[in-house]
C-alpha cells in the first residue's frame, strides 16, 4: 500500500473511532447506565463461557483455513487458531483492519507456510466464509420478514436488501462456475503499462485461478469446509441465545436469536471500518431487540457483554503479535498481493 493511501486509511479509521466513541456515550446515556449494567451484571461468571464460544467460532475458521491449504504445504491447526485470533486482533483494532486483517493471518504463519499458498488459502476461505455470510443475512432477514410485524418502508427494505443479496449470489455462483479471470484482467486494464504494480497481474491471475478451480481440484475439501463455515454461524446463534439467557433469566425464542445473528454479521459487514465497531454494534443490536419487541436496552446490553469477549480476544491476539514482531507495516510490505 503506498504511504498516502495508508494516511488516508489511517485517517479515516481515526474519525471513526472518535465517531463511534460519541455514539456509544450517547447511547449508554440514552438507555441509562443504570439498566444496562443490571443486565450485563446478571452475566456474572456466565462470561467465560461466553468467550469460550466466541474462541470456538475462531476454531472453526481456522480449520476451514487449513483444509484450503494446498499440498505439499500443511498448516497446523494451532498455528491457524493463533493467525486467525490475530487477524481478527488486529481487524478490530487498526484503522487498516479491513486492509490488514487477512495478510497478518498469512504473515503469522509464515515460518510453516510461504506467504502466497498462505493467502491463496485464505483467500478461498474468505471466499466461502463471505457466501455464509450473506447466505446467513439473507436468511435471517427473511425470517424477520415473515415471522414479524415490520412497518412498509422497513419491509420494502427489508425485502430490497434480500433481493439484492440473492442476485449477488447468484451473480458470484456463475463466476465460479465460468471461472473467468476477472480480477486480474481488471487489473492488467486499469494498471499503467510498464508500472511496477503491473508485474504482479500474474501473480494474481496464479492466485485467481487456484481460487477458482479450488471446487473442482478438491471436490472432497468443499463441503468440510462450508460446513466449518456454517458451523461459525450457528455457534454465533448459540453466543447470543446463552448471553440472553444469562442477562434475562430466560432464552428468547431461538428465532429470535437467529435474527439477531443476521443482524450482528449485516452490522459487523457494513461497519467494518470502525475500530471494534463501538457504538454502532450497541445502537444497531439495540434498533433490533426494539424491533423485536423487547425494548433497546436488552439488545445494548447484549452487544456491551459481546463487547467484552471481543476484548479478552483482542488481548490475547495482540500480545501474539508483540511476540511474533508483527506490525501493519510489515504485514503490508512483506504482502505478495498488490
Known sequence: M???????????GTVAALVGLVLFAWFVRRIGPAEIWVNVRQVGWGL???VLIAGLRFAVRAAAWTLCVERPH?????????????????GNLTPLGPIVGEPAKAAYVRETVPLAPALTALAIEN????????????????ALIFTFDLPDRLL???????????????????VLWRRPAVVSRALATLLPAGSASHTRVDRVRQIEEQILTFATRRPGMVLPVVGLEMLFHVLGVLEIH??????????PPLLTSFVLEGANRMITVIFKVVPLRLGVDEMGTAAFTQLLGYGAAPGGSLAIVRKARVLFWTIVGTALLVRRGLSPRRILEGSPVP
Open 127 to 142: 471466499l466461502i466464509y463471505t457466501l455464509s455470510v450473506a447466505a446467513t443475512i439473507a436468511a435471517a432477514m427473511t
Open 48 to 50: 467465560p463461557a461466553i
Open 156 to 174: 420494502e427494505a427489508s425485502e430490497m436488501l434480500v433481493g439484492a443479496i440473492l442476485v449477488a449470489l447468484a451473480a458470484v455462483l456463475f
Open 74 to 90: 500443511r498448516l497446523p491447526f494451532r498455528e491457524a487458531f493463533a493467525a486467525v485470533v490475530c487477524g481478527d486482533a488486529f
Open 242 to 251: 446463552v448471553t440472553w439467557w444469562l442477562m434475562l433469566g430466560a432464552p
Open 2 to 12: 503506498q504511504p498516502d493511501r495508508r494516511r488516508r486509511a489511517t485517517a479515516t
